[in-house]
């Protein structure tokens, strides 16, 4: 059963930094590409990057390049987001999802997505 699973969401202040990890199953992870999404309170999801399977990391959101970064560890079946420089405007539920062809803004291909982990930036 393909799954995905996030973790690491927490109450952070202003700056300070948090590591999400997605957590997959079912699948052979190596092979295919996952995008980490967000949702705002109030406010459509966001596609925020993507990593593909060569470990190429695409950042879609330009409010996010030079603070967040995505890295994968096969071993662990696990990608994980590094989100720095913490702001509360990043407050909201962080997703990722498994495309099984290629990294795209496009919701729509991604096929299978984690329940989400809440992300709270505040004093």
């Known amino acids: 059963q393909v799954q995905l699973v996030e973790s690491g969401g927490d109450l952070v202040q202003p700056g300070g930094s948090l590591r999400l990890s997605c957590a997959a199953s079912g699948f052979a992870l190596d092979r295919y590409f996952i995008g980490w999404f967000r949702q705002a309170p109030g406010k459509e999801r966001e596609v925020l990057s993507c990593?593909?399977?060569?470990?190429?990391?695409?950042y879609y959101l330009d409010s996010v390049k030079g603070r967040f970064s995505v890295s994968r560890d096969n071993a662990k079946r696990t990608v994980y987001l590094q989100m720095n420089s913490l702001r509360p405007e990043d407050t909201g539920i962080y997703y990722c999802?498994?495309?099984?062809?290629?990294?795209?803004?496009?919701?729509?291909?991604?096929?299978?997505w984690g329940q989400g982990t809440q992300v709270t930036v505040s004093s």
């Open positions: 999802a498994l495309n099984r062809g290629y990294c795209t803004r496009d919701e729509s291909r991604y096929d299978k």
């Open positions: 990593i593909t399977e060569t470990d190429r990391t695409v």
